[in-house]
């Protein structure tokens, strides 16, 4: 059991480790899961079945079966790691009804976006470090825009060259010009 008194540091995760994908915020596309699911599969790592939940509106669930979920893959001594499916909003509702004071050993939290919350949560309170980073791989992240010969990326800098910041955002607004021109997107 974890305590609040001192940081924990969860097991790394090898071929075989017990992985649930969990959905503490909006709902997931079924098919961006499903890839993120191969995806998993396809590096060694064995999958827990996830919760059936009733989508409601901006939430992949109701706050208490979201909480319920969370909550056991938390304390499941079967699962190595939590990996959220999207970010999107609800999760500080999870908080609500409050956390029990000790929870079951540490173990790898991974996702972005409105998980923040969680992890923000988990550190303060049982220092347990998480893991700010893409939700079910393949699953929720978009593709990547891609620089062309015409339009370099914003951020791409010779190597030990610093860049002033307002350069940074001039480049970064001409990316996004370009690639507005090069396409319907229709970014900021």
């Not at 909480?67 to 969370?70: K, L, P, Q, V």
């Not at 893991?131 to 791989?137: T, V």
């Given at each position: 059991m974890t305590s609040p008194a001192s940081r924990q540091k969860p097991r790394a995760l090898g071929q075989g480790s017990h992985i649930a994908m969990i959905a503490p915020a909006s709902p997931a596309n079924g098919e961006r899961i499903a890839a993120g699911k191969r995806e998993l599969e396809r590096l060694g790592f064995r999958l827990v079945p996830q919760r059936e939940m009733s989508s409601q509106g901006y939430f992949a669930g109701s706050a208490a079966e979201r909480?319920?979920?969370?909550l056991d893959a938390l304390n499941d001594p079967s699962i190595d790691a939590l990996i959220a499916t999207r970010g999107g909003y609800g999760s500080a509702y999870l908080l609500d009804e409050g956390w029990p004071e000790?929870?079951?050993?540490?173990?790898p939290v991974v996702g972005f976006s409105d998980l923040t919350t969680l992890q923000v949560y988990l550190w303060q309170l049982h220092r347990w470090p998480t893991?700010?980073?893409?939700?079910?791989?393949r699953g929720s992240m978009p593709e990547p825009i891609l620089p062309t010969a015409t339009t370099p990326h914003p951020f791409a800098m010779p190597s030990r060259t610093p860049l002033?910041?307002?350069k940074l955002v001039s480049e970064a607004k001409h990316f996004t010009r370009a690639r507005q021109k090069e396409s319907s997107w229709a970014g900021p």
């Open positions: 909480r319920g979920e969370f000790t929870l079951a050993s540490t173990k893991f700010y980073g893409p939700c079910s791989p002033a910041a307002g």
